[in-house]
């Protein structure tokens, strides 16, 4: 097979500089840019709000039962890897977090749009996490400030909840806290006088 032609894997990542985002998507090395402040914000704000309890607080009075990580390598599959935005196991079925790549099937993903990964995250990832058997899938859109929640069933996605700024919710799987959907997102600006 000569060297256009060759997959992906793990291994090119490994080769990249460590400031280059990327992943490996049927065999393709696909680059990203880096995030923006209100991509980051939701990162930081779900581990406070679902990783706080989920996580952080497991034996400590919190829900806890779960691993939450953000942006670790995951492989699917050999030349399948991926780095979603926040990913998360149920702690039995990831007993060895500490490893790279994280060679177990997330049981929860959260993909944080951006006008450059919209149609990445929303078409091809959607289908290769429903591929994989990704139990749940959230997708969060900072420009519109809205939550979209989603259960893998036997046919594909089950719409598990829409959101928007103004709701206060209890969101699958981790309905057993309510997630303030709006303080995930930097405050709103106004426009400048002049």
């Known amino acids: ?108 993903i959260c993909e944080v749009l951006s006008p450059s990964n919209e149609p990445h995250d929303r078409v091809t990832k959607k289908r290769l996490y429903a591929q994989y058997g990704v139990r749940w899938y959230w997708i969060v859109n900072p420009e519109v400030r809205t939550l979209e929640a989603y259960k893998l069933i036997a046919n594909g996605w089950l719409d598990a909840g829409s959101f928007d700024e103004t709701d206060v919710a209890r969101i699958p799987p981790f309905e057993a806290v309510e997630l303030p959907v709006g303080r995930l997102f930097l405050p709103r600006t106004t426009p400048a006088e002049g």
Request: glycine share 8%; net charge negative; proline share 10%.
């Open 1 to 108: 097979m000569d060297a256009a032609r060759r997959l992906a894997t793990y291994d090119d990542l490994l080769n990249l500089s460590e400031d280059v985002r990327a992943e490996v998507i049927s065999g393709h090395l696909v680059t990203m840019p880096a995030p923006r402040p209100r991509h980051a914000n939701v990162q930081r704000a779900l581990i406070r709000f679902v990783g706080g309890p989920f996580h952080d607080d497991d034996g400590f009075g919190g829900p806890g039962g779960w691993w939450i990580f953000p942006e670790v390598d995951v492989e699917l599959a050999k030349h399948d890897i991926v780095r979603p935005d926040l990913s998360g196991w149920r702690r039995e079925h990831l007993p060895e977090p500490d490893v790279r790549p994280i060679r177990v099937v997330p049981d929860w």
